[in-house]
């Protein structure tokens, strides 16, 4: 199974995260991200968070 990622860089916000979550299913990459996002960034964990983290993964690994 393809590795999936999600790059915080991708969602720039003024803590300037450089994160990179990496998973091999896109629930399990949702959740740490939510995870992460509610954490950090002070995100809420609603179903319209979801959808834009969702539309955050991508394919593959992280770029260097
Ligand atoms: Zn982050």
Known sequence: ???K???CRD???ETNCSIALTADSE???I???IEHGTKIHGYENTP???ENVKK???EGT???
């Open 27 to 29: 629930e399990e990459l």
């Open 11 to 13: 969602f720039p916000d």
């Open 56 to 58: 955050g993964i991508k």
């Open 1 to 3: 199974m393809a590795r």
């Open 31 to 33: 959740e740490a991200a």
């Open 5 to 7: 990622y999600i790059d």
């Open 62 to 64: 992280p770029p260097a």
């Open 48 to 50: 319209e968070t979801r």
